[in-house]
């Protein structure tokens, strides 16, 4: 595969993820639908623009930004964030991902921790799904 085809499968992922999503689904540590997460209460929303995310409450507050590079050509994809506020702030987390029109779906290791291969989370990952908010 050359450079600009990369590029291509990039530039089509990014353009894709671009708009507001809603969360239909958290896994952490291997447990499904966990009941304390700070990122996610019900009502959030995640609004991806160019390279930068923020996800929103239901009231409008704010409760995490910051900004993503995504790899279309690995298998599975991969997508790194890095949080701009927040006890993570600053440090890559890495993830993969799985994205179409309606839905994506990432899991993310903490900092420090290897990229995941599956799409099931252990000890140290999440896996969050979402769909596209209309």
Sequence with gaps: MDRSTDMDLNQRDRALLQGT???TYLEADGIANPPDDEHSPPGALCSYSDDHFCVRAADGT?????????????TPKSITWVDSMGAEAGQPLLAIYELTENEFVFVAADPGDPRPKTFRTGPGQTLRRSVRKA
Excluded: R, S, V
């Design 21 to 23: 999503w809603e969360q």
């Design 62 to 74: 704010i409760l995490l930004e910051g900004h993503f590079t995504l790899d279309a050509t690995t």
